[in-house]
């Protein structure tokens, strides 16, 4: 038996992945712990994971996130994005950190698993060999941003090309925005690692990095005083898996071969089914609109303009809040005199895994674990998604041929509609989607892979290759 300490900011698309890591590392017999958001507690220990909560100065809640981060609504864009990473991410990696090493300090696992999003990890392996600190590994829960020559610099949500024409841009493209719009990110980045360096050797605890505040860093292009690009940061764990498959991710010829891909987690199969699950009876084609479990607070970005755009199609409409109450979108929808159709089904959440059999069309604001649920089950989909890494997961489904990307946070009805028409109609869209589904369910199970790979690497087995 093997003790783990997993690490997950207080985000559930980045959560629940490790939950469900967790919850197959404790059925093989191992002792797990995850540091996490407190409002998650319950669903961690309900899976048989021992849990300590964050503290709250890198803690939040997920569904306001507007406590933590004042007026998110008035930025787009890259102003959006930067303002996202620095208040999600980096700005919590101190706290992340200190929690960490007295995480380490009392219990001693045999390895730590972190979500790619937890910074709070990168001291741990900074400036310290392999053989000198606990095994660290990264579960990626988002698309790949590792700056490559194939592709784009990550949030431009440009799709990658071949040729010198392609290099010359993607070059051109990243010294843009690491000279301008992404350089806070950058400096933010170096600030929060020296400020943990600084509270590490005032614990003088002998754990995790052994660089210095005043360390020099080793030469990186666009990258901080740490020698660390905040979009290559993956790179410096022992290994990354990557919960998806390379159908669904842009090629890099840089990729090395301690990023491995493992398949996507699957969807969650219990809870409750809704009263009027019987009317999914296959007499007509079933459109599934949601805004996923984060910027779904409010629905006339995408939930209400879909309900509209479908209200008079020989389609059945089934809407997920996303965990938000239906009365609240009942009465938002009086209010904008955007009546509920009659083919419109709701629920707060509904279980994917009985869901998706039965879906034909996604439409979606690009939350990457549910588009990739979707993929699991050959449906294609309708993307409509700013902010966060949504704009990256549009291209990656425009990309692949699963779907279309509509480009926007807030497409109008007749938008909206015109996508779902085209992706019912044209073949090409579900046979892309049924391959993806394909190259998914040849990766076989993918708890079980990254279970056997961390089994594997606290036994002191090589374990680095990406498939």
Known sequence: MSTFLLAAPPLFGHLAPMVAIGARLVQRGHDVELLGGRKYRDLATSRGLRFTPL???????????????????RYSGLAAGRRDILGLFVRPLRAQSAALHDRLRRTGPDAVVAESAFLGALPLVLGRPASARVPVVAVSTTPLALRSVDTAHFGSGLQPGTGRFTRMRNRHIDALLARGPLRPVQEGLDAALTAAAVDRAEAGDGLGSSVSADHPGRPADGGTGWGVNYFDHLLEYDLTLHLSV???????????????????????GDGRLPSWWGDLDGSRPVVHVTQGTMDNADPTKLLLPTLAALADEDVLVVASTGGRPVTDLLTLARERRMPVPANARLAGFVPYAELLPRVDVVVTNGGYGGVQAALSHGVPLVV????????????RVAWSGAGVALRTGRPSPRRVRRAVRTVLTQPRYPAAAARLRDEIAGHGDPLDEVALTLEGLTAGERVLGHR
């Open 384 to 395: 409509a998604g700013d902010g966060e890494d949504k704009p990256e997961v549009a291209a």
């Open 55 to 73: 503290p709250r100065d890198a803690d939040f809640d997920d569904d306001d996130l507007d406590a933590w981060l004042p007026h998110r609504e």
């Open 246 to 268: 390379p159908g669904f991710e842009y090629p890099r010829r840089e990729l090395p071969d301690r990023v491995r891909f493992v398949g996507p987690v699957p969807a969650a």
